[in-house]
């Protein structure tokens, strides 16, 4: 977390949310820096979700994999969309925290029996990427809003509200069907 008690704002933007002409602070600095790292973490997911979705049995979960790859499709477009808001090229640099957890499901894909076992663990971790894109697209939105970017702010929170809706339905899909599955099945 940071702390942000003893420090004086650095917000060196223009209230239109446009970077012409804009000074670069440390929070706009650190705001790129994170813009290219949410930047490749989606595209990264734009190939792996569709080898979620193959691997799943539940129709459910196959559906809401589905559904969420053509969102993060629109999440990439999105973020091009902000970066040229702040007069910038659109471009990732590795994001570890996103290639380790999708290394992870990975794991956990091959090391489940298909069915429902593997189900609940794709859907863990699909729940895990969820909660780090929510934890980041919320800072990058604080960030934007902090910074008085509009239209960013605007872009981050839509994208921010998708995420969520996404966590809440792989969660019911687990409630509902797949976990009470993977419960009854004999290890």
Not at 77 to 89: A, M, N, T, Y
Not at 149 to 162: F, I, P, S
């Amino acid at each position: 977390m940071q702390n942000t008690s003893n420090a004086a704002p650095q917000s060196t933007t223009q209230s239109n949310g446009k970077s012409g002409g804009m000074k670069s602070s440390q929070l706009m600095q650190l705001f790129e820096d994170e813009l290219k790292d949410i930047y490749w973490a989606e595209k990264a997911l734009v190939k792996a979700i569709p080898k979620m979705a193959k691997q799943a049995t539940s129709e459910d979960l196959v559906a809401a994999l589905e559904h969420h790859l053509e969102e993060t499709k629109g999440q990439v477009d999105r973020l091009e969309q902000v970066f040229e808001s702040i007069g910038k090229k659109a471009s990732a640099k590795t994001c570890e925290a996103m290639k380790g957890l999708l290394e992870e499901g990975e794991g956990i894909m091959d090391e489940c029996e298909a069915g429902p076992m593997r189900d609940a663990g794709i859907i863990s971790a699909g729940q895990k990427i969820e909660h780090y894109e929510i934890a980041s697209y919320g800072t990058l939105r604080q960030f934007a809003q902090t910074l008085g970017l509009k239209e960013a702010v605007g872009l981050l929170e839509q994208t921010l509200e998708q995420e969520k809706a996404a966590d809440q339905k792989l969660t019911s899909v687990a409630v509902l069907a797949v976990n009470i599955q993977a419960a009854s099945e004999k290890a």
